[in-house]
């Protein structure tokens, strides 16, 4: 299968989407000692479509996350999710964090459940919602357990039915399965892409790992080096689905796609490695 043209940022970024970022530009300080971590980053993600985020270490991706999921507010342009400017925390977003938010003193079931237990719903439907959601992510038996009982990848699993539990119709996800071993994290992705693929919800996905954002994403949108970072390209990812994470890497068009990625992506990774040698950029 022959890697498909890639597409201008700009042609991808005509129509708006669930979730559109319009010149976004995000500031942190003021007067000469201000920095700017992206700079006029425009960018679409439809309904049912998994775009995953790459570029360099600094350059932005948890940045333009945060705006969307309305925890930081852009010093120029807008986010909007479903047609309406971004104010305050976007309800319809669930976000997953590279390290997970369980609460030590509570159980797998009691962790998944109290989501919607804040949201006012009775604590006997919230149980048992917890306890379809957790048999769905394979830890049928393990919901009586506590976190320092679980391992990273069970903690993981928890952590995402956390996620998903409020039904939310996008995801956001900051590099989720990075502290994981290369196996594990595999089977994370094949259980993810399984729970996706059931209603398709909107993804937008963080990662250094470029294989796993080909592996998982229909779009693979790649983001230039610190300070200033902009959306430098946006590839399509024509791969058949439903995939397998380590079957779909053995088929020759992965690695075209892998090859193309990198060179809009070599260039920046080697920019950022200079600015930190220099003691620059986060």
Request: aromatic share 6%.
């Amino acid at each position: 299968m022959p890697v498909q043209p890639q597409a201008s940022v700009q042609s991808r970024a005509a129509g708006a989407g669930i979730v559109h970022l319009d010149q976004v530009s995000v500031r942190f300080g003021s007067g000469p000692s201000a920095y700017e971590a992206v700079k006029g980053a425009t960018l679409d993600v439809a309904a049912g479509e998994f775009v995953a985020i790459v570029g360099p270490t600094g350059c932005g991706k948890s940045t333009l996350l945060n705006v969307v999921a309305g925890l930081l507010e852009p010093s120029a342009g807008q986010a909007l999710v479903n047609g309406r400017k971004v104010e305050g925390v976007t309800k319809e977003a669930g976000y997953l964090f590279q390290q997970d938010a369980l609460m030590p003193w509570k159980t797998a079931l009691a962790n998944v459940a109290v989501a919607l237990e804040i949201a006012g719903v009775s604590a006997l439907e919230a149980r048992e919602r917890a306890q379809d959601l957790l048999a769905q992510v394979g830890l049928a038996r393990f919901t009586q357990r506590y976190p320092h009982q679980l391992s990273g990848g069970q903690r993981k699993r928890v952590a995402l039915a956390q996620m998903l539990i409020r039904n939310p119709s996008i995801l956001l996800m900051d590099e989720p399965f990075g502290p994981l071993d290369a196996q594990t994290r595999g089977m994370m992705g094949d259980l993810l892409l399984s729970l996706w693929s059931a209603d398709r919800k909107a993804v937008l996905f963080v990662t250094h790992d470029l294989e796993e954002a080909i592996s998982l994403a229909d779009r693979v949108v790649v983001m230039s080096a610190a300070p200033s970072s902009r959306i430098m390209a946006d590839h399509r990812i024509d791969l058949p689905r439903p995939r397998s994470i380590n079957e779909i890497r053995l088929d020759p068009a992965f690695h075209e796609y892998r090859r193309a990625i990198w060179e809009d992506l070599r260039d920046e990774v080697m920019k950022a490695y200079g600015a930190q040698d220099k003691g620059e950029g986060a």
